[in-house]
């Protein structure tokens, strides 16, 4: 009896997890789809995760949420059933940040040009709206 607690605590059903991630269970089933995650199966073919499983979908949660791409992800968590070599990941995950950060940087110049622009034109017509009155 206490294998089959403890072993209830180690392993999550798919909607387990997608309730505690905020997630629905096809967004799961996508992720499996893309290779991304490789839940086991029980003989009746239902889905069995595992604290990895929930760790790794975390980390996919983590990137999307900064603008990686699936493909990106894949690199930085690499593949769901080999062993993990962390400096690879930790290296994949900064050269993908550094990546978002120079586009953010980017953007962030257009906002400021485009601000500019807007609040001259905005002058530009208060002006004009002046002459008119």
């Known amino acids: 009896?206490?294998?089959?607690?403890?072993?209830?605590k180690e392993t999550f059903t798919i909607s387990q997890l997608a309730s505690?991630?905020?997630?629905?269970?096809?967004?799961?089933r996508f992720?499996?789809?893309?290779?991304?995650?490789?839940?086991?199966?029980?003989?009746?073919?239902?889905?069995i995760y595992t604290k990895k499983d929930r760790a790794r979908l975390k980390l996919i949660l983590r990137g999307k949420r900064f603008g990686a791409s699936l493909d990106e992800i894949?690199?930085?968590?690499?593949?769901?059933?080999?062993?993990?070599?962390e400096k690879q990941q930790i290296e994949r995950s900064l050269y993908y940040i550094d990546k978002r950060l120079r586009e953010l940087q980017e953007q962030k110049k257009e906002i400021?040009?485009?601000e500019k622009e807007l609040f001259d034109l905005k002058k530009m017509l208060l002006n004009r709206l002046k002459q008119l009155q």
């Open 20 to 28: 505690e991630l905020d997630i629905t269970p096809s967004a799961i």
């Open 1 to 8: 009896m206490k294998d089959t607690i403890s072993k209830q």
């Open 31 to 47: 992720y499996e789809e893309k290779g991304l995650i490789l839940p086991r199966r029980t003989s009746g073919n239902q889905r």
């Open 74 to 85: 894949a690199e930085m968590i690499g593949p769901p059933n080999g062993e993990i070599n």
């Open 112 to 114: 400021l040009i485009y």
